[in-house]
């Protein structure tokens, strides 16, 4: 006798953000994933929706002094100082190795003036294994008195439109949490020409050490992570999913797919995993094994009918 | 490198604050050097958040429960106990579940077979000494200077001797050894010969002393250092050191997880301790 197994229908997984079809919505935050092949022995990255490299400048960044890192209640301060390769190495020594896998590769970039915004963007444009652009605008602009572009709506309209001029591919905008009104900034980067925005980056923060009276950092302040953050990005990205119409790449201290989940029902199309790669190299893994029995226990048969459903 | 969800097999207190786990650890007798560290997640649940580095003391095999199943591979670490991970480390017993990301960076080099190599651990830093000296006491003459506050934080220094390791001692209150600090004794023995090779691992200013004495004698130096890690392979940027050649104009930092934590002295900038080399870039990170 023929034993017939009963059909499960896998829920359809994949979603799509400014043109990007991805297999599913899953991808590591810029700046804890490496440039991939850090993570590669652990993690099958074909698995992913995509990949985010490591922040990337126009020339190498050295980053900050030591201490560079420290653990707080339910996530962890870091003042790394962007510290990076420089665009044209990525280019020649670590776009070669992302390029042997099937998801699409998007790059984090910043700058310190438009200019270097604007260089950055126009040589990441012109590689074809880039298939979009993450723009992470918490840097400070040090032709204004080093005021963070993110916190100022008109720093962010003029960037913003510069560098769109300098690329075609889909040019993601990476919110700062660090404002009073989150959905003037957003506004502000979706008129000035962005495809789809991202949030949140890390919340500032410090933390002391009593005995010693010395901030924990070198840097005195760095920028916080993991889940302590949660609650605060998913009211953010509710926010500013209210304010604009172009699609939302929610982030904050997402560990388990149950976290995932909340960013996709208030209304992310996708979202990305940092701090938990560090706890668990396979959590992008299981959060995407997760989201599956989630889906099949529900009866969802495609994920982007979660996605928005908040009933409020 | 792999991550085990593995368990605990034992845990023993082998000094006041000092324990000893022994870990089931599929694999790590054929992959672990001398040198090489795990990342330690205390256990499956938040928190602490983070997982712990923790250097690897011995590798080895013990009898599965029956004799039909293959021996258990099992990894030994030794931990002091100092903080919130530690102390949840203190409390676990056999079968306990944890996790191992390992084995991680580079271990120590060998060296010449026919030279004496000397072993220079501070407290705690004795650990990853071990499976070097287990390694390295077939080939060469092999001593360890040991030392530490007090006779508490000398431990396992026997089954170093029972390797055929020439040990001494020496303790800053004299409780147990000679008294005085374990570089005095390094002097010493350069002083009487120095076609030899050191290895160190222990608190920075004794690693500090230890690569001036070994500079004065042109004594090649390998050391193992320890930075704060978040997630022991290299994506963080967390847990550099300044290069050789660091300078506030030309920044050379290296990530002790993935190139280290094992460094040859000349790979490291000693001495001027500046810490000049702040980014221009303050706020973002
Ligand atoms: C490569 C390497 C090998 C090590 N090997 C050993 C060993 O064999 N035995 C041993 O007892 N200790 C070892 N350490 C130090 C050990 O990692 C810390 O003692 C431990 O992380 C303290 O955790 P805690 O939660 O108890 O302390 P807490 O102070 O509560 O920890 C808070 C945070 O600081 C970090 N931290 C605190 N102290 C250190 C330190 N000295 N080094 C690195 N991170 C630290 C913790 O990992 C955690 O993220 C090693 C460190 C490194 C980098
Ligand atoms: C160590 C570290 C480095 C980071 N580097 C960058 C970076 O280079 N560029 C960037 O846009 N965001 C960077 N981030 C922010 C993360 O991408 C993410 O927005 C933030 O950590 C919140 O997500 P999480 O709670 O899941 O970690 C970094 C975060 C951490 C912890
Ligand atoms: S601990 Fe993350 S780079 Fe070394």
Redesign the pocket.
Known sequence: MIKRRKKIIRPRLSVNIAGMELRNPVMPASGTFGYGEEYAPYLDLNSLGAIVTKGLSLHPKAGNRTPR???TVSG?LNAIGLQNVGVDVFIKHKMPFLEQFDTPVIVNFFGNTQDEYAAVAERLDAISGVRALEMNISCPNVKHGGIVFGTDPKAISSVVRQVRKKTSKPLIVKLTPNVTDIQVTAKAAEDAGADALSLINTLTGMSVDVKTRRPRLANTIGGLSGPAIRPIAVRLVHQVVQAVSIPVIGIGGITRAMDALEFLIVGAKAVQVGTANFVDPHAMATILNELEDFCLAEGIDDINDLIGSLEV | MKNHKTIVLSNQEISPG?YRMRILAPDYNKLARPGQ?VM?R?QRSLP??????????RVGFMPADCDTMPPKEFIE?????????????QGLHYGDPVELLGP??QGFEFGEADEEKILVGGG??L??LYMLAEKMIDHSKVRLLMGGRTRDDIITVTEFERLGVETYVSTEDGSLGEAGLVTQVLEKKLQENNQVSVYACGPMPMIEAVEKICSAHRTPLQV???????CGVGACLG?VVKGAGHTQEQPSYLC??KV??VFHARQLAWGSDDDAAASDCGVCR
Not at chain 2, 48 to 57: A, D, Y
Not at chain 2, 77 to 88: D, H, L, R
């Open positions: 890192i420290c653990e962890m | 000092y560290f330690f205390v602490p958040l983070l997982r712990r580095p923790f250097g690897i003391f670490i030794i931990y002091k106990v100092v903080g919130s991970g530690t102390e949840i480390m991680l960076g705690i830093g650990v990853p193992s250092l320890e930075a704060l890690m978040a847990c002790t997880c280290g934590p």
